[in-house]
């Protein structure tokens, strides 16, 4: 990529360098997650503008073994769109995962796997999760999550029918969203009909979170519910409102590769990387060839955010 806003391009570029601590592996497969985009944009809050750079944040990779590895943490301006990358970090594969699986599904997968397991450890597993977007690759994967370890019920809130009843079909219940604050309040109260959710997983962020703490701030003061702020996609800014931190039980925290302690990180990382090839999660993936990447960032048809 040359610039930000700019597509990327099969091109030749610089070698990466092989440091001390790093290893040369060979592309599999990498996925365009939102982050990747946001990143090469310069718009991540980890971007730094340096340009030309190659995108991707994470792959599945070949070592000079055979062996394949699940990977990321590039130095910049390299990225994980290449032929080669050097790699500080490899977790192998188990036996049997699908590598386009695991390349498209540990990033937006282990955004909501972190706050899950999180919980399951110090409060025991959510009985009700409810996911605001749901509807994207990474909400997706939070339904089926919540479900895989154990959650009652999930309640994804979102926009679109169609999207909304893929949703139900993972085993979620579904709240659709109208657009207007007040509205969307109201439904969702009126669908937790006064039992408070245990987790929330925010996607979205935005009028929507106004509208999911509107609708909290209305339920009586237990159980307690932590919420959770993953994406931003409705908006960077939402206004809490007072009456909700002291009214009632709540903790209002993000899930981000900043906030994450990497040690714990890595180990459910490999608990995951196991999920995925147990088949316990569905991951949906289009496959191109490197070669055909600008088309790949410009296809159309992606599953809607929210």
Request: charge should be negative; charged fraction near 15%.
């Given at each position: 990529m040359t610039s930000a806003g700019a597509a990327p391009e099969y091109q030749e570029f610089p070698e990466p360098e092989a440091g001390e601590g790093l290893q040369l592996v060979e592309l599999v497969a990498s996925a365009i997650h939102p982050v990747v985009r946001s990143k090469a944009d310069g718009v991540h809050y980890s971007s730094t503008g340096q340009y030309p750079m190659v995108p991707g944040v994470d792959a599945v990779a070949r070592t000079a073994d055979g062996t394949?590895?699940?990977?990321?943490?590039?130095?910049?301006?390299?990225?994980?769109?290449?032929?080669?990358?050097?790699?500080?970090?490899?977790?192998?594969?188990?036996?049997?995962?699908?590598?386009?699986?695991?390349?498209?599904?540990?990033?937006?997968?282990?955004?909501?796997?972190?706050?899950?397991?999180?919980?399951?450890?110090?409060?025991?597993?959510?009985?009700?999760?409810?996911?605001?977007?749901?509807?994207?690759?990474?909400?997706?994967?939070?339904?089926?999550?919540?479900?895989?370890?154990?959650?009652?019920?999930?309640?994804?809130?979102?926009?679109?029918?169609?999207?909304?009843?893929?949703?139900?079909?993972l085993g979620a219940e579904t709240v659709e969203l109208a657009g207007d604050r007040d509205t969307d309040a109201q439904a969702i109260a009126a669908h937790l009909d006064g039992a408070a959710p245990d987790l929330v997983l925010d996607y979205l962020w935005g009028t929507p979170a106004e509208s999911a703490f509107q609708a909290l701030s209305d339920l009586p003061g237990t159980p307690s519910t932590d919420y959770v702020e993953i994406g931003s996609v409705a908006g960077p800014r939402a206004a809490v409102p007072a009456a909700l931190l002291r009214s009632r039980p709540f903790r209002l925290s993000g899930s981000g590769i900043g906030s994450f302690d990497m040690r714990r990180y890595l180990i459910q990382g490999q608990a995951y990387l196991q999920v995925i090839a147990d088949g316990k999660v569905t991951v949906d993936a289009a496959a191109y060839p490197l070669p055909q990447c600008t088309q790949a960032w410009t296809a159309k048809g992606a599953p809607a955010p929210y």
């Amino acid at each position: 990529m040359t610039s930000a806003g700019a597509a990327p391009e099969y091109q030749e570029f610089p070698e990466p360098e092989a440091g001390e601590g790093l290893q040369l592996v060979e592309l599999v497969a990498s996925a365009i997650h939102p982050v990747v985009r946001s990143k090469a944009d310069g718009v991540h809050y980890s971007s730094t503008g340096q340009y030309p750079m190659v995108p991707g944040v994470d792959a599945v990779a070949r070592t000079a073994d055979g062996t394949l590895v699940y990977t990321g943490e590039t130095r910049l301006p390299w990225g994980t769109f290449a032929e080669r990358m050097a790699v500080p970090m490899a977790a192998p594969l188990p036996q049997g995962a699908d590598p386009l699986a695991v390349a498209a599904g540990m990033n937006p997968g282990m955004s909501s796997w972190m706050p899950l397991t999180a919980h399951a450890d110090e409060r025991g597993v959510p009985g009700t999760v409810m996911v605001l977007g749901p509807t994207g690759a990474a909400g997706g994967l939070a339904v089926q999550n919540a479900l895989a370890l154990g959650a009652r019920r999930v309640i994804g809130v979102g926009r679109g029918a169609a999207d909304l009843a893929r949703v139900a079909g993972l085993g979620a219940e579904t709240v659709e969203l109208a657009g207007d604050r007040d509205t969307d309040a109201q439904a969702i109260a009126a669908h937790l009909d006064g039992a408070a959710p245990d987790l929330v997983l925010d996607y979205l962020w935005g009028t929507p979170a106004e509208s999911a703490f509107q609708a909290l701030s209305d339920l009586p003061g237990t159980p307690s519910t932590d919420y959770v702020e993953i994406g931003s996609v409705a908006g960077p800014r939402a206004a809490v409102p007072a009456a909700l931190l002291r009214s009632r039980p709540f903790r209002l925290s993000g899930s981000g590769i900043g906030s994450f302690d990497m040690r714990r990180y890595l180990i459910q990382g490999q608990a995951y990387l196991q999920v995925i090839a147990d088949g316990k999660v569905t991951v949906d993936a289009a496959a191109y060839p490197l070669p055909q990447c600008t088309q790949a960032w410009t296809a159309k048809g992606a599953p809607a955010p929210y």
